[in-house]
């Protein structure tokens, strides 16, 4: 059932580290949605909270140190986002929907697909809504190469790769639950899976996965690889492969995709996939397209673009029936957990 288009959408923020504060943050500039409470395991005074959001809280809005107790103050909240680390995802989300809350999702959705699948059956079963956070779906080059694969312009595809070559160094890991195999999951969970999804929304499934995995610099960082080559094939047709390393030095160098089809070239570039480099394209003359939006940043490192108001927007008109779809539904997200999880079972082959 939408909620009536005359009231806000009341939210509630678990998790206030960098993302959550960005969901704290675009929940407070949309009009017609309402922040009622946030939770962390750490005090308010901890988590440098934006001194507008410290001036409110515990009047209008609450602060929590559990989600239990946040469930158990039975305010009127709708939608429930969480933005924890990465293992805490599931399980939160699930008890979020047994008590009757929508949920927003940050990636990965799950690390394992039996927890994906969990929340898929529970959020059918509760008649409730999940969207998963894949905000780089919004930045322009993205929607624009979307709209031209979809399309057919680009007749039979060939060949895709992606590469993904970032720095995440001594800077980023320095204790806490980055680098960790239970709260973390892996490199391609945490860093890359923004790109896993694009590669899944843009072209689909993939099998005849076969891949290599290094830990070049990360030994004394990180439980799991710094780096892989993944290659497999795209059941739609064509072939892909995956590159990634979070070895880089010092800065991130490129976010790239490049796409080789019957009809013509694309390669999308930059340090997030945020500029078209090339594109000829038969019969076809490229749009100039709006500037994207820059990745966030977190002072030693830098992640995926600033587009988290693009979500909160899409979770607002969604459930107040405005016709508008879930821009990364739960199927979707599972999607991600089930090819990451695929990948990631070659390791103990290599």
């Known amino acids: 059932m939408a909620i009536d288009k005359a009231d806000t959408v009341r939210f509630a923020v678990v998790g206030c580290g960098h993302i959550g504060k960005r969901h704290i943050e675009m929940i407070q500039r949309n009009a017609e949605a309402e922040l009622l ?39 009127p909240i709708d939608v429930i986002n969480i933005c924890t680390p990465n293992g805490l995802h599931a399980p939160l989300a699930l008890r979020a929907l047994e008590t009757g809350h929508h949920v927003v999702i940050e990636k990965p959705m799950a690390l394992h697909t039996r927890d994906a699948q969990a929340i898929l059956s529970t959020a059918e079963k509760q008649q409730k809504q999940v969207f998963c956070v894949m905000q780089n779906r919004y930045s322009p080059p993205s929607v624009w190469i979307k709209d031209l694969v979809d399309s057919g312009r680009l007749g039979k595809l060939y060949l895709v790769q992606v590469n993904c070559y970032w720095n995440r160094d001594e800077r980023y890991y320095h204790g806490g639950w980055h680098g960790t195999k239970d709260l973390d999951g892996g490199t391609l969970f945490t860093q890359f899976s923004h790109f896993v999804d694009l590669m899944y929304w843009l072209f689909g499934d993939i099998s005849d996965i076969q891949a290599r995995f290094a830990d070049f610099n990360h030994q004394t960082l990180t439980d799991f690889e710094d780096s892989g080559i993944v290659s497999f094939r795209f059941v739609n047709g064509g072939m892909g492969v995956f590159n990634y390393s979070t070895s880089v030095y010092d800065r991130n160098f490129e976010s790239s995709v490049t796409l080789i089809a019957e009809n013509g070239t694309i390669k999308i570039g930059g340090q997030y996939m945020n500029e078209v480099e090339y594109c000829h394209v038969r019969d076809y003359e490229m749009p100039v397209l709006p500037p994207t939006n820059p990745g966030n940043d977190y002072g030693a490192y830098k992640g995926s673009a600033q587009n988290h108001h693009y979500v909160i927007d899409n979770v607002v008109n969604v459930l107040k029936g405005k016709g508008e779809k879930i821009t990364t539904n739960a199927y979707e997200g599972y999607k991600v957990v089930d090819i990451i999880e695929r990948i990631y079972r070659l390791k103990s082959k290599v």
């Open 37 to 75: 409470a946030i939770c962390d395991i750490l005090p308010p005074e901890l988590l440098n909270l934006p001194a507008s959001l410290l001036e409110i809280l515990d009047n209008k809005v609450r602060y929590f140190s559990s989600l239990e107790d946040l469930l158990h103050a039975n305010l």
